[in-house]
C-alpha cells in the first residue's frame, strides 16, 4: 500500500491500527515527511495471510476509515498480482536487451509482454526471446496514424509500464496523458547542457568529467517529467567519445533497469514534479 496525504499527527497510527485490525501484518514500512510541500509519504509492505477481507472491501473500509480522513491519496496492489511490460524501441540495443535478459532470468517482477519498434532492426532479438515484435514505421506524413497504431498496439497488452528503451520517437500529449504515471523514459544525463544530436561529441568538446543517465515518467514536457533514478560515471581525458559512448550505455541500462523495478514494485509515489522513491 502506498500513501501520500496533507502531513498531521497520527498517520502512522490509523494505518497501522487499521491494518492491525483486519489482520495485518507490517513487513516493510517506507515514511517521508516533506516539509516543503507539507505532504506525508508512505509505502506499506502487508502480509496478509490472517486478512479474511476480500481487496474490495479492504480497499472500501481503507477508504471509509483512513483515506477520507486524512484527505489520502492512496494505491492498495497485490505483489502476487501479474504485470506487464511494453517496450518501445528504435535502432539501439542495449537497453532491450538488458531488459529481456533480466525478464528472461526472473530479475524482473513482471512480463515483457511485446515490443513495439519504428524500425525493424530489434525484431529478431526480440523474437529469440520468444517475445512478439511489431513494427510500425514512422514517416512524417503520417506521424499521428503512427502513433495511433503504436497506442492501439500498447493498450492491447494493457500494461503496468510502458518503457521507451531508447524510443527515438516524442510521445504526443494525448499519449503523455493517457501513459501518466505508466511510462517511463531513459536519456542522458547531459540535457539540458548538450541538446539535439552527438552529445557525447559536445561533452568530448567541452571536456566533461562525469556522465550519467536519467530514468523519468514521460510527461508533454519533453524529458522534464518526475525523475525516477539517476547515476553518474567518472571520466577523464584519456577517454575517448567511443570510451564515453560505451560507459553511458552501461549506465542507462542500470538506471532504466532500477527505475523499471521501484516502478513495479510500487516503491515511487509522484507528487507535482517531483518523486518519492522508497528504494
Same mark, same amino acid.
Given at each position: 500500500m502506498t500513501l501520500g496525504c496533507p502531513d498531521t499527527t497520527g498517520?502512522?497510527?490509523?494505518?497501522?491500527?487499521?491494518?492491525?485490525?483486519?489482520?495485518?501484518?507490517?513487513?516493510?514500512?517506507?515514511?517521508?515527511?516533506d516539509p516543503d510541500?507539507?505532504?506525508?509519504?508512505?509505502?506499506?509492505?502487508?502480509?496478509?495471510?490472517? +486478512?479474511?477481507?476480500?481487496?474490495?472491501?479492504? #480497499?472500501?473500509?481503507?477508504?471509509?476509515?483512513?483515506?477520507d480522513p486524512l484527505n489520502?491519496?492512496?494505491?492498495?496492489?497485490?505483489?502476487?498480482? #501479474?504485470?506487464? +511490460? +511494453?517496450?518501445?524501441?528504435?535502432?539501439?540495443?542495449?537497453?532491450?536487451?538488458?531488459l529481456l535478459g533480466r525478464a528472461h532470468r526472473g530479475e524482473l517482477p513482471a512480463t515483457i509482454s511485446a515490443v513495439v519498434g519504428n524500425h525493424a532492426d530489434l525484431a529478431e532479438l526480440?523474437?529469440?526471446?520468444?517475445?512478439?515484435?511489431?513494427h510500425v514505421p514512422f514517416t512524417a506524413e503520417r506521424k499521428a496514424q503512427s502513433f495511433a497504431q503504436v497506442a492501439s498496439i500498447v493498450d492491447s497488452y494493457h500494461p503496468? #509500464? +510502458?518503457?521507451?528503451?531508447?524510443?527515438?520517437?516524442?510521445?504526443?500529449?494525448?499519449?503523455?496523458?493517457?501513459?501518466?504515471?505508466?511510462?517511463?523514459?531513459?536519456?542522458?544525463?547531459?540535457?539540458?547542457?548538450?541538446?539535439g544530436a552527438r552529445p557525447y561529441h559536445q561533452a568530448f568538446a567541452r571536456g566533461v568529467k562525469l556522465i550519467g543517465a536519467t530514468c523519468h515518467y514521460v510527461t508533454a514536457d519533453l524529458d522534464a517529467g518526475?525523475?525516477?533514478e539517476q547515476d553518474v560515471i567518472r571520466i577523464d581525458h584519456s577517454d575517448s567519445v567511443a570510451d564515453m559512448v560505451r560507459q553511458g550505455r552501461d549506465i542507462e541500462t542500470l538506471v532504466l533497469a532500477r527505475g523499471l523495478r521501484w516502478h513495479l514494485e510500487d516503491r515511487v509515489l509522484v507528487h507535482g514534479r517531483k518523486t518519492v522513491v522508497f528504494s
Open positions: 498517520i502512522v497510527a490509523r494505518i497501522s491500527g487499521f491494518l492491525a485490525d483486519i489482520g495485518g501484518w507490517i513487513t516493510e514500512a517506507g515514511y517521508h515527511s510541500s507539507g505532504w506525508f509519504f508512505t509505502r506499506q509492505a502487508i502480509r496478509a495471510d490472517a +486478512v479474511t477481507l476480500t481487496r474490495d472491501e479492504i #480497499a472500501a473500509r481503507f477508504q471509509t476509515e483512513v483515506g489520502a491519496e492512496w494505491k492498495l496492489t497485490d505483489p502476487a498480482a #501479474a504485470k506487464s +511490460v +511494453v517496450l518501445l524501441v528504435s535502432k539501439e540495443s542495449h537497453c532491450l536487451i538488458d526480440t523474437e529469440r526471446f520468444g517475445i512478439p515484435f511489431h503496468d #509500464a +510502458v518503457v521507451l528503451a531508447r524510443f527515438m520517437q516524442i510521445l504526443p500529449p494525448i499519449l503523455c496523458e493517457a501513459w501518466a504515471g505508466r511510462a517511463l523514459n531513459i536519456h542522458h544525463s547531459f540535457l539540458p547542457s548538450f541538446v518526475p525523475i525516477i
